[in-house]
């Protein structure tokens, strides 16, 4: 289960990143204004010779790599409701690089995100000590 937490971990911090990354690019985009062929084709326009955008595409991208691995070797129940814990990592990236302001309302909601998220890593590893088989019984030889 090592090995799975620090793919995730790795994989939330690139995700994280890549968000903070895909925001300030998009501000310097401009605003989408309209949901149109054309007013996103300008945007993908621009976002391709963006450095901001690029970055967190890729960002994102190797994220989504992590999460092909992660899923092709745990459960599905058990990997992905530990992705929310993607959001702590944006709100506190949020917080430090792009200096947003975080409202209290906010921040309990991140933490009620790490109570889920370690609950939910308490029951797979409960769920993988019920999963080894007992040890055997030592017997001694009569002296």
Not at 96 to 119: S, T
């Amino acid at each position: 289960m090592t090995r799975i937490l620090a793919i995730l971990i790795a994989g939330l911090i690139c995700e994280a990143i890549g968000v903070v990354f895909l925001s300030k690019g998009l501000k310097q985009v401009g605003e989408v204004k309209q949901v149109t062929a054309g007013e996103i084709w300008r945007v993908v326009k621009a976002g391709i010779a963006n450095p901001n955008i690029l970055l967190g595409v890729a960002l994102e991208t190797v994220f989504f790599v992590a999460l092909l691995v992660l899923l092709s070797r745990s459960d599905v129940s058990f990997i992905w409701p530990l992705t929310a814990m993607g959001f702590v990592l944006t709100t506190l990236t949020a917080k430090f690089l792009l200096q947003e302001n975080i409202p209290p309302m906010r921040w309990l909601g991140v933490l009620l995100i790490m109570l889920g998220a370690g609950i939910i890593t308490w029951t797979e590893k409960v769920k993988e000590l019920q999963a080894k088989p007992p040890a055997p019984a030592r017997t001694e030889a009569p002296r």
